[in-house]
């Protein structure tokens, strides 16, 4: 079964609008990873917050970790139309496994 | 620098029929994966292989086998292609970190059809 579940499963929002995402997970973790998908293309790699980190910002993006409620959330702020994507929280097992599991993904939709 | 190519781009089978999806990373990455895309299921993980000759089970390898030759390339085998693999496969390879999982980068997908 998935690890990593995001909610909502669709998000649409105004351009300038803040887009928040949520990640709930099962099982312990080492590190949590973000993801984006472009339609009809690959994921690409956004954000990776480790186990004993809390929060951690990369340009227009922020990511917080809340082991103890097994919670992750993705804020992307001053969204653009180029934010339209379906954004993917990937999690590993813990102890070790190098094997990620990913969820459904929220589709986030920035209308200009 | 190519990162993850994946051939072929799109395929077309008959049910029954075998096919090898084909992957290669030009990272000197030590873990690839194989997963696939379906509507409303998001990724799952098919098979990870960990450094060349090992290969390790994801969630879903029913039906899917693998060949890890070569620290770049990692391949997908369907021996009897069914309806149900009908899907986009992506493949994606990672730096390990110590023991963890790190970033990957993916290919841009494959996507084939089973009739």
């Known amino acids: 079964s998935q690890q990593g579940e995001e909610d909502p499963q669709a998000l649409s929002i105004q351009e300038g609008e803040n887009a928040t995402m949520n990640c709930s997970y099962k099982t312990s973790i080492n590190n949590l990873q973000w993801y984006r998908q472009n339609s009809g293309r690959g994921l690409v790699h956004l954000i990776l917050?480790?186990?004993?980190?809390r929060e951690k910002h990369s340009g227009r993006l922020r990511v917080t970790l809340d082991t103890s409620k097994k919670s992750s959330s993705l804020l992307i702020t001053a969204s653009r139309a180029a934010d339209t994507a379906s954004y993917f929280c990937?999690?590993?097992?813990?102890?070790?496994?190098?094997?990620?599991?990913f969820g459904k993904g929220t589709k986030l939709t920035v209308n200009p | 620098n190519a990162g993850v190519t994946q051939t072929p781009k799109f395929q077309v089978l008959k049910t029954g029929q075998s096919m090898t999806l084909q992957c290669a990373q030009d990272m000197n990455h030590n873990s690839m994966y194989w997963y696939r895309q379906d509507p409303g299921m998001g990724l799952r993980l098919i098979y990870y292989s960990a450094s060349e000759g090992t290969t390790d089970k994801g969630e879903v390898p029913n039906g899917y086998n693998v060949s890890r030759l070569n620290k770049r390339e990692f391949s997908l085998r369907l021996e009897s292609a069914a309806p149900s693999q009908t899907s986009v496969y992506f493949c994606a390879s990672s730096k390990r970190r110590g023991a963890q999982a790190g970033e990957l980068f993916f290919g841009e997908g494959s996507r084939l059809t089973v009739l």
């Open positions: 990937a999690t590993d097992a813990g102890g070790g496994s190098e094997k990620l599991v």
């Open positions: 917050i480790r186990s004993n980190e």
